[in-house]
C-alpha cells in the first residue's frame, strides 16, 4: 500500500510539473490561429501579481490584451459593450465596477451602499441589469445603474444567478446554502418597474457541485432553465422547469454523475461535467452510446465552469488539478465538440473563470 501511495504521489508530482510550466505566464498559447471567431474574457493571475486581472483575446491575436488590473470577472460582456467586475482591496472590502467593454470609463456602482460584502457581479445580455450578491444571502438587481432592488434574502450562498439569453429574466437558487434542504430554483421577470416572481419550485434534491458556485442555466429561446441536482438515492439528475405553467422535467444520470448541464441544440442532449471532472455528451435518445468524452479528466483534474459555444463548435473550460484547488490555480482551455479526435488547446494558466463575447460584430 505504502508503494501504491508512492506511486500515486510522484504521478502528481509529475503533473503538477507539467502544470508549472504552462504557470510561468497567464499569456502563454497554442496556435493563436485554431481558436474560433468571437473574443474570449478571462480573469487570471498575472506573474508576480498579487492582483487578478481581467484579458480578452481574439483570433487576430498573437497575445491578449491586459484590460483591468485588479478585477475578477463573473459573466460575459453585454451586448453594449459593458464588462461588470469585482475588485477586492488589502482592507478587505470590495467594489462592484461597471465599465466600457475595453476597461475605460470605470465607475463604481453603488460604492457607500448598506452592503458589507459584494460576493459576486453579473451583467445581463442587453447591459439593463447587473445582479450582485451581498451580505452572505442577498440577491440585489442594479437596474440602469441608478435603481437598487433587493429580490431576495434567501439566496443560496455559495451559487450564481444566470440572466436569460435575452436579459429579461434571471433565474436563481434559495435556501440556506449548497448543503441543506429546502432548496428552491426561482425565476424573475426584469422587464417591469417592479421585478415580478414568475415561479418559485422545490427542487427534488440538493443542487449538486464539484467545486463552487453552481448556476443554472436557460435554453436558447429563454424558456426552460436546467440546474443538477443529488438525491438521497445518490442518483445526480439533470432537471428542468420554466416559468410557464408547471412544466418540470428530469432525467437520470447514472454511471458518472453531473454537476453542470448545459443544454444542446438537440432535444434530451446535454453537454456535462461528470462527478470525476470530465465533460461529457449525454444523449437521452441513445440507450446503448449515452455517453461520449469531450475532455477527459484523467483523475487528476476539474474541467469546471464550461462555456459552450455551439454555433462555433467549441467549449470553453477551466482545469482545475485536485491537489490545488485555489481560486487562479487553473488552466483555461479550449476544445472543438465537432472533431471526436479534437485535443483541448491550452489558452493560458492562473486562470479563474473565462467567456464568450458572442455579441462581436
Known sequence: MKECRHVWKTFL????????????????????????????????LPVNATEPSIFQIDINQSNPKELIKN???????????????????????????????????????????HWYS?????????????????????????????????????????TLPSFSPDGSKIAFFEGKDLYTSPQYIVISYLGSEQPQTLCKKVLPGNVAELYGEPSPNWSNDNVFVYCCIETLERIDLIYSTSFEGSYEKTWEVEFVGCVE?????????FYTVGRDGSIWIV????????????????????????KLYEEKKYILYTRFYRDELTQFSGTLEIINISDNKAKPIIIGSNVFRAFWNKFKG
Do not use: H, M
Not at 32 to 40: A, R, V
Not at 134 to 144: C, D, H, M, S, T
Not at 261 to 269: G, I, T
Open 13 to 44: 508530482i509529475v503533473i503538477d510539473f507539467v502544470v508549472l510550466l504552462f504557470a510561468c505566464d497567464p499569456c502563454k498559447y497554442d496556435n493563436i490561429y485554431s481558436f474560433p471567431e468571437g473574443d474570449i474574457y478571462f480573469t487570471a
Open 71 to 113: 478585477g475578477k470577472l463573473y459573466s460575459a460582456p453585454s451586448r453594449d459593450n459593458k464588462l461588470v467586475f469585482v475588485r477586492d482591496y488589502s482592507t478587505g472590502s470590495q467594489d462592484v465596477i461597471l465599465s466600457n467593454i475595453d476597461g475605460s470609463n470605470q465607475r463604481i456602482i453603488a460604492g457607500s451602499f
Open 118 to 158: 459584494r460576493d459576486f457581479a453579473i451583467i445581463s445580455s442587453n447591459g439593463s441589469f447587473i445582479a450582485i450578491g451581498a451580505n452572505g444571502n442577498e440577491l440585489w438587481i442594479v437596474k440602469n445603474e441608478t435603481t437598487y432592488l433587493k429580490i431576495s434574502n434567501n439566496f443560496c450562498k455559495g
Open 261 to 269: 448541464a448545459l443544454p444542446s441544440s438537440r432535444e434530451n442532449v
Open 283 to 306: 444523449n437521452f435518445n441513445e440507450l446503448t452510446k449515452r455517453f461520449q468524452f469531450i475532455s477527459l479528466s484523467g483523475g487528476y483534474s476539474y474541467n469546471l465552469f464550461p
